[in-house]
């Protein structure tokens, strides 16, 4: 696939998971890199969906039904990130500025209706936009939440967020705890630095993270919730900021929860840039 060029920035985008796999502005990279055809390490800055995060050990009820997802996450028995970070996309479109792409999720023991993913990543003066548009092609109701998975290059954090999920030993929902005076605290941005964080915030000022000279900016009624996840201990780099419809686990505790009807249709963006 060509490279996106606009305004500055330069751009490579993968069919594996419809991720971005280089995001530049100049010679200074934005996001870590990887190859065009994969794999994406750590899920970097590919489509989650029809969930972000974590189902509980891989099960959930809807509509009356116990549904089993595969599981991806076998040292804790969940089912991590949805069902298409790692699949192959189909390209629609493809120009200087701007991709396309699209992906069906079919109907299986662990989902419960089929949904049309369709992906638009377009770069311009304001950075790389990428819009998530689900439409439930199947004949009955489906749970859906999505976000992204970006590892910015910057290690100061900005991010106005009144309230943090606390997180068990497993990373399930525990508790919301407020934000103010904690170490979760980047109101006012500082480094990073040794401290680990795999924690959603919620209660978001405004729709909006900085780690260093990155931002990523989002609509926070459409994406009211946020990952923040350090790479020191993965052995990794970067920082993932990571929007999201809904906040782990949301399969099982219903917190944010989209549901598509059948003919329903679900729209979400962010946009990466450079400040």
């Known amino acids: 696939m060509p490279k996106l060029a606009a305004d500055g920035y330069t751009a490579q985008i993968s069919r594996r998971g419809a991720g971005i796999c280089m995001l530049r502005h100049g010679d200074r990279d934005l996001l870590t890199s990887w190859p065009e055809d994969g794999p994406a390490p750590f899920y970097a800055a590919t489509i989650l969906a029809?969930?972000?995060?974590?189902?509980?050990?891989?099960?959930?009820?809807?509509?009356?039904?116990?549904?089993?997802?595969?599981?991806?996450?076998p040292e804790r028995g969940h089912a991590l990130h949805g069902l298409v970070a790692e699949a192959d996309w189909r390209?629609?479109?493809?120009?200087?500025?701007?991709?396309?792409?699209?992906?069906?999720?079919?109907?299986?023991?662990?989902?419960?209706?089929?949904?049309?993913?369709?992906?638009e990543h377009r770069l311009g003066g304001g950075g790389l936009?990428?819009?998530?548009?689900?439409?439930?092609?199947?004949?009955?109701?489906?749970?859906?939440?999505?976000?992204?998975?970006?590892?910015?290059?910057?290690?100061?954090?900005?991010?106005?967020?009144?309230?943090?999920?606390?997180t068990d030993g497993d990373l399930l929902p525990v508790r919301l705890a407020d934000v103010p005076g904690t170490p979760y605290d980047f109101a006012t941005p500082r480094q990073v630095g040794g401290q680990v964080i795999d924690n959603a915030y919620t209660g978001l000022r405004r729709g909006e993270a900085r780690a260093g000279g990155v931002r990523v900016s989002w609509d926070p009624d459409v994406l009211p919730w946020v990952q923040v996840c350090t790479s020191h201990q993965l052995g990794y780099e970067g920082l993932a900021v990571e929007?999201?419809?809904?906040?782990?686990?949301?399969?099982?505790s219903q917190v944010g929860l989209v549901v598509l009807r059948p003919g329903d249709e679900h729209v979400a963006s962010w946009t990466i840039s450079a400040v």
């Open 91 to 119: 390209i629609t479109d493809a120009r200087d500025d701007l991709v396309r792409l699209e992906h069906t999720i079919p109907v299986s023991p662990g989902y419960p209706s089929s949904l049309d993913l369709r992906v």
């Open 243 to 252: 929007p999201m419809t809904c906040p782990p686990d949301a399969f099982n």
């Open 50 to 73: 029809p969930w972000p995060n974590r189902v509980a050990f891989a099960r959930y009820v809807f509509a009356g039904h116990t549904h089993v997802l595969p599981v991806n996450e």
């Open 129 to 166: 936009t990428t819009t998530v548009t689900a439409r439930n092609v199947g004949g009955h109701a489906a749970p859906y939440g999505c976000g992204t998975h970006p590892w910015l290059l910057g290690d100061v954090l900005e991010l106005h967020a009144a309230q943090v999920l606390e």
